[in-house]
């Protein structure tokens, strides 16, 4: 009975090292090679677009408040005058 346990767990932890072993060089290739497929080149342009789409957005945020920021300053200015 002990041995069959000794056995199992033997063989059980060659294949989970085989295993652990696999994935990494599956992940070191991948890394290597990077994402390549249509569909990941695709994802990317579609990030892309969306970065930019956002720092546009910030731009015309930053326009907007620097807007405001004038109009409240000159605003004060004349409330302040004696």
Known sequence: ME???IVSVVF???VLILAIIAGTILLA???I???T???DRQDLADEARMV???YQGMSEIENRVE???TILLD???KDFKP
Do not use: T
Request: aromatic share 0%; glycine share 12%.
């Open 12 to 14: 059980g932890s060659a």
């Open 75 to 77: 605003k004060e200015k």
């Open 37 to 39: 497929s249509p569909k």
């Open 3 to 5: 041995g069959a346990l």
């Open 52 to 54: 930019q789409e956002i």
């Open 67 to 69: 807007s405001l920021e």
């Open 33 to 35: 090679k990077g994402r």
């Open 29 to 31: 290739i991948r890394m």
